[in-house]
């Protein structure tokens, strides 16, 4: 699986960076094409010879040299995935905030690749909470952790915070590239026409001023780009939102408004074998749309509201024999219980449940943690990028046999 692959790997000052040499000379000898980035910390532990000779590659540890500029940018792009290993405490946190002082650093603001961090410390540096919170962070921006593990550590102390073993990191690296492989083949969504909604809508006040929200559309994007890679034709009915997507299969529908979003939905709806509902679709509308702007006065503004259609309803109701109708339940509190209510008011196949209080999840970011729910069970997943959180939701989608 790693054969032809083209890696950088990072490394950075700890005693565990020996080990480098290992995870090269293993990359290597896989097939894969390796380039190292050391920071200066790390060559006191390996020198820049010892993984220039395995990899075959020069080694750069830094933005510049006395004569010429390394293209940090260049390189990020080349990778088809970026690996830290090892990679200290003070690495995570430059990492996590950002503070571009080293080519590894560079690399990393960079990569347009995956990112895996193997992190090597001292139990207790590992277990700190500056730790625990730059390596959520990490996770939080879609990068992938290769856990420590226990065993006797530099310090003499026993416990969580080595280096992960050379063979199991090269062997979560293959893992890696196996399933997206598999992914890009699976072609089990072929024939199926996927009604989408996503991102926010905006509701006009008057010719200025609207009510929204804060969905951006990422996820709903990333299970447009999913489904489509998976054989399906896709609409994409977009809210207003900077994001779209250009992905082959997927034809995107913009609009503003609820009303418009459900008259584009409806429309579509009988053509179409399943609908994603993820639009964070605003319940309510002023009742009246100013048509000049609307100037203070000196008292409060009160705003009528009146209620929008329910796209996820509509459809439910709709429904032929056949046709799926996947709903988003976005909970603050019991979402359970909220999320089951939900799937059985709107006649929805499953839900996903997510809730903006997750650290990593909800609006805004590259990841989400989801919960699936159905009439029978309830399906914990753990925090992902959103592209994968959409193949777990379209796996679920190609599994349910038609009623
Ligand atoms: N939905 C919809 N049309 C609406 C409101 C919601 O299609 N007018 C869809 C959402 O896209 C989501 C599901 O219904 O798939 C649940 O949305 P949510 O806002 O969580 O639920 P509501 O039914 O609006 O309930 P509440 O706001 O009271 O939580």
């Known amino acids: 699986m790693l054969a032809g692959k083209k890696i950088i790997l990072g490394v950075s000052g700890s005693i565990a960076a020996y080990k480098s040499a290992l995870i090269v000379r293993g990359l290597v000898r896989a097939g894969a094409e390796v380039k190292v980035l050391m920071t200066q910390a790390a060559a006191d532990f390996i020198t820049p010879l010892t993984l220039s000779t395995l990899s075959r590659n020069p080694v750069t540890s830094s933005v510049h040299t006395d004569e010429s500029w390394n293209n940090h940018v260049e390189l990020g792009l080349w990778a088809d995935a970026y690996l830290i290993a090892p990679a200290t405490a003070t690495t995570l946190a430059k990492l996590a905030h950002g503070i571009c002082d080293s080519a590894l650093v560079a690399v990393y603001l960079s990569a347009r690749c ?49 280096l992960a073993e050379p063979e199991h990191i090269l062997q979560h690296l293959a893992d890696y590239f ?15 026409r996927v009604l989408i909604t996503a991102g926010p809508t905006h509701e006009d006040l008057d010719p200025v001023r609207y009510l929204g929200n804060r969905s951006t559309g990422k996820m709903g994007i990333a299970l447009a780009e999913a489904a489509a890679a ?13 994001l779209t997507t250009t992905q082959a299969g997927v034809t995107v529908v913009p609009v503003r408004s609820a009303r418009e979003m459900y008259a584009e939905a409806v429309d579509r709806w009988p053509e179409s074998t399943d609908a ?29 509201m009146v209620r929008n259609p329910d796209i996820a309803a509509e459809l439910g109701r709709g429904k032929r024999p056949g046709q799926r109708v996947v709903g988003f339940a976005l909970e603050t509190e019991n979402g359970l219980e909220n999320a089951r209510r939900k799937l059985i008011d709107k006649s929805l196949d499953f839900i996903v449940l997510n809730s903006p209080r997750t ?20 399906t914990p997943f753990e925090l992902k990028t959103k592209r994968a959180v959409a193949d777990d939701i379209l796996d679920r989608l190609a599994d349910n046999p038609t009623p």
């Open 114 to 162: 995956p990112v895996f961090f193997a992190p090597a410390m001292d139990v207790d540096m590992w277990r700190h909470p500056a730790t625990r919170t730059n390596v959520e962070r990490l996770q939080s921006f879609g990068n992938h952790l290769i856990d420590v593990e226990e065993g006797e550590l530099a310090s003499g102390l026993t416990g969580a915070g080595r």
């Open 178 to 192: 196996a399933e997206a492989a598999n992914r890009t083949s699976l072609q089990d969504l072929a024939g199926r």
């Open 230 to 242: 998976r054989g399906a034709r896709v609409e994409l009915i977009l809210g207003p939102t900077s």
């Open 276 to 304: 994603i509902l993820c639009a964070a679709v605003a319940d309510y509308r002023p009742a009246t749309v100013a048509p000049e702007k609307i100037k203070k006065g000196d008292g409060e503004l009160t705003v009528a």
């Open 359 to 378: 650290p990593g999840a909800g609006f805004g970011h590259d990841t989400n943690q989801i919960t699936l729910v159905d009439r029978n069970k309830v």
